[in-house]
């Protein structure tokens, strides 16, 4: 068994990982270089292996530094399964249509130029039709859910705290006789965040490869970024400014809009004083991701649910509004009223957020808050650093608003939460640091090696390391085990009939609130809910009398002796 990583081995994009046994071929991630000219060539080399010969891929997550070549992997002939969570899923064809776009203008622009200097014309990466033929190999689901790829490797999916949907992926492999557990942390989430969950720990692996972004560095404390954010905001909207915040359109930007919702619904002195500062999302990846935030509210945390619960949706406040068109993003720069304009892409290497930095930077009125991490090379890392001019669409712009950048919003967990994720382990797994920039992966290894007495291997280049088997610690058994219903000795009689009978009125109950649910959800709308919001909603439902409908099958085949006093058929012979 080998494991080949092809890419975030110098940095912290192109994450790209090759796992090979001697019968299969699964790839984790492929992601897109980002960062400058220097990391765009490496997108256009060729992959270090036959795309055809990888037989699954799967994916931690949507941000296109993980899954931003997925598009180019197909052109070159992989036709395997794609498997990521749901959430994943419904974010990808946003992520990967919006990237073929970017490329296929990109090249369009180059080719203008080259054909005015008699220069040869180039290709995009790839194109919107490319995007689009990887959509039908996406394989949704669940978090918890164990995946049998093939008769030698079986994978879950775990929170990673990170992004909608993003996953740590546990990974089993049978080989000669052995079974090895290969954990891929994908990207680690920072504990406490709101919307998401909290990252997911583990006890055993036998080898770990593990994000290392800010393995060097500690976050500020997040209440004191909002209260910097707060207070950068109001510097700006007295004295007349606007406040541009580049922001990553899938995580980031819901963040933003979470933390504006608590300030406008729970802060009455403070949203006086920004009662009429208007929030614009200037973003068309951005609306339609939080659009599918909304409908993934199953894998929020407790607190956004509750907020739900309460009929405050926390994605939602009155001063918030979503342009429609360019014609709104080229109005917001002719608008000189103070505003807080939050649009993508989060380092500002492409879309709107540049016209707006070209259109704000020079002002001193005016301020740029990054709320995330800028990658070595690109224009938002220039600005963070301090660059007294930078060139935006071949104009040179002066920087002279006001720059704030409040690292206590990343997305990634600080050297601290690394270190917590690593000493969860109650045995000593080898570990991989991989997307990280050289230095924080050689600091976070020194450290490790002082506070755990681990020495990871620090990856700084494309390789290769065959894997020994492993010690059989911490099974898919075992896993099962955890899970909810599981238990270690899987026996034909574990439930009693008594049980059996006890889980299926509760799953009677659930029918029951299901039902109550849509009627008192149209008594309660009337004719205020359109015809398509009563198509979500009812669809929703579906799915949730499906879910208890299979349930219902596993417990009849589970206890067929009692079968014909099921309240189910009981229900169904009325009618119900």
């Known amino acids: 068994m080998k494991i080949e990583f092809c890419g975030a081995t110098t940095g912290v994009t192109g994450s790209c990982h090759l796992l090979t046994t001697d019968h299969h071929n699964l790839l984790m991630d492929c992601g897109q270089f980002q960062g400058g000219k220097s990391q765009d060539k490496l997108n256009f080399q060729e992959f270090p292996f036959d795309p055809s010969d990888v037989e699954a891929m799967i994916l931690s997550h949507a941000h296109i530094d993980h899954c931003g070549r997925i598009p180019l992997l197909v052109k070159r002939g992989f036709r395997g399964r794609i498997y990521c969570t749901k959430p994943t899923a419904d974010l990808l064809p946003i992520m990967l249509r919006d990237s073929g776009y970017i490329h296929e203008k990109e090249a369009e622009w180059a080719n203008k130029k080259a054909q005015r200097k008699g220069q040869k014309t180039v290709e995009p990466l790839y194109t919107v039709e490319d995007a689009e033929a990887c959509l039908p190999l996406i394989e949704p689901v669940r978090y918890d859910q164990i995946i049998k790829l093939n008769e030698e490797i079986t994978i879950c999916f775990n929170d990673a705290g990170h992004i909608l949907g993003s996953a740590m992926t546990e990974l089993w492999v049978k080989e000669a006789g052995e079974e090895t557990k290969i954990i891929f942390s994908g990207d680690i989430g920072v504990e406490g965040r709101p919307i998401l969950r909290d990252p997911t720990k583990f006890r055993k692996a036998d080898y770990v490869i593990m994000e290392s972004t800010y393995g060097n560095r500690l976050h500020p404390d997040n209440a004191m970024s909002i209260n910097n954010l707060l207070d950068a905001i109001l510097r700006t909207v007295d004295r007349g400014g606007t406040v541009v915040i580049p922001s990553f359109a899938v995580g980031r930007t819901q963040e933003m809009i979470y933390e504006l919702n608590k300030v406008y619904d729970e802060n009455p002195a403070m949203a ?44 939602e406040f009155k001063n918030l509004r979503f342009t429609q068109n360019t014609e709104d993003s080229q109005r917001l720069n002719m608008d000189t009223t103070p505003k807080i304009i939050i649009s993508a892409s989060g380092m500002c290497e492409a879309g709107r957020i540049k016209h707006h930095l070209k259109h704000n930077l020079w002002d001193e009125k005016n301020t740029v808050i990054f709320v995330g991490y800028q990658a070595e090379g690109t224009l938002g890392r220039k600005i963070v650093e301090g660059a007294k001019s930078v060139n935006i669409f071949g104009e040179e712009v002066m920087v002279k608003a006001e720059i704030v950048n409040l690292e206590g919003f990343s997305g990634h967990a600080d050297q601290d939460g690394l270190t917590r994720w690593v000493a969860a382990f109650e045995n000593r797994p080898k570990l991989f640091l991989v997307h990280g920039e050289e230095q924080s992966k050689n600091d976070f290894a020194r450290h490790l090696e002082e506070k755990l007495g681990i020495t990871p291997v620090v990856v700084t280049e494309n390789c290769e390391f065959s894997l020994a088997p492993g010690h059989g610690e911490d099974t898919v058994a075992e896993k099962l085990g955890t899970l909810p219903g599981g238990d270690n000795e899987l026996q034909e009689d574990m439930l009693s009939d008594e049980e059996i009978q006890g889980i299926r009125n509760k799953i009677s109950s659930i029918n029951d609130n299901i039902d109550d649910a849509l009627l008192n959800a149209r008594l309660m709308t009337g004719s205020r809910m359109d015809q398509d919001k009563l198509i979500r909603l009812n669809n929703i439902i579906s799915e949730l009398n499906d879910s208890t409908l299979e349930l219902r099958e596993i417990t009849l085949e589970d206890g067929e002796s009692s079968t014909r006093s099921d309240p189910f058929e009981q229900e169904e012979e009325h009618g119900a």
Request: charged residues 30%; aromatic residues 10%; without cysteine.
């Open 272 to 315: 006086e004083r920004l009662k009429d500062i208007m929030v614009y999302i200037d973003s068309p990846m951005a609306n339609a991701a939080t659009e599918v935030f909304k409908a993934n509210v199953s894998v929020f945390d407790e607190e956004a649910k509750a907020y739900i619960e309460s009929g405050d949706h926390p994605l």
